[in-house]
T-cell receptor, first 114, second 113 residues
Framework: DVKVTQSSRYLVKRTGEKVFLECVQD?????MFWYRQDPGLGLRLIYF???????EKGDIPEGYSVSREKKERFSLILESASTNQTSMYLC?????????????FGAGTRLSVL | DAKTTQPTSMDCAEGRAANLPCNHS???????VYWYRQIHSQGPQYIIH???NNETNEMASLIITEDRKSSTLILPHATLRDTAVYYC??????????????FGTGTSLTVIP
């Protein structure tokens, strides 16, 4: 089975802190994604990557950056956390090409910024 | 991407078939219909997808109308563990460029004992 592992289930940070959310997948998938999920808004794409060192902005990239130095790892970085970044963060991965939209998700990280 | 419309919530008796509708009247010829679900406190889980033919796998069946303007996800014998939010998404199948699909707010299915 595909496994997507997010480093933390729950995280509490203070405003202005730099926050790293880590995601690792074990199926050699080309694509990796970061979403945030908020009540009433569904999932919104922050960034995605279709290859090592490649990244593209999603719908809401402001305030976030990403890093993909190795194929299996995709990191989401909040340079200076703010309270409006309190949310559930979900990482996903998929094969490329026609299978791009069959995404496998991690369990999520619930981040609270105080 | 084509917009989808789903009911906000539905109930289903345990052991009965759950039929979840999705309207996607603006779907274009090369767009697939994907279904995911999200059980509380977990990440979304892929269920099934199709282009124009009906599809079945170990989890569910997908019925797409002939004009492709709507589809129905069928869980043949719903169990309490099927209680989740179900998302219907329409998206072109391939390509590694462009933004990814939008999950929307889905249908909250409650399976009742």
């Amino acid at each position: 089975d595909v496994k997507v592992t997010q480093s933390s289930r729950y995280l509490v940070k203070r405003t202005g802190e730099k926050v790293f959310l880590e995601c690792v997948q074990d199926m050699d998938h080309e694509n990796m994604f970061w979403y945030r999920q908020d009540p009433g808004l569904g999932l919104r794409l922050i960034y995605f990557s279709y290859d090592v060192k490649m990244k593209e902005k999603g719908d809401i990239p402001e305030g976030y950056s990403v890093s993909r130095e190795k194929k299996e790892r995709f990191s989401l970085i909040l340079e200076s956390a703010s309270t409006n970044q309190t949310s559930m963060y979900l990482c996903a991965s998929s094969l490329g090409g026609p299978h791009k939209n069959i995404q496998y998700f991690g369990a999520g990280t619930r981040l609270s910024v105080l | 991407d084509a917009k989808t419309t789903q009911p906000t919530s539905m109930d289903c008796a345990e052991g009965r078939a759950a039929n979840l509708p999705c309207n996607h009247s603006t779907i274009s010829g090369n767009e697939y219909v994907y279904w995911y679900r999200q059980i509380h406190s977990q990440g979304p889980q892929y269920i099934i997808h199709g282009l124009k033919n009906n599809e079945t796998n170990e989890m569910a069946s997908l019925i797409i109308t002939e004009d492709r303007k709507s589809s129905t996800l069928i869980l043949p014998h719903a169990t309490l563990r099927d209680t989740a939010v179900y998302y219907c998404i329409v998206r072109v199948g391939g390509s590694n460029t462009g933004n990814q699909f939008y999950f929307g707010t889905g249908t909250s299915l409650t399976v009742i004992p």
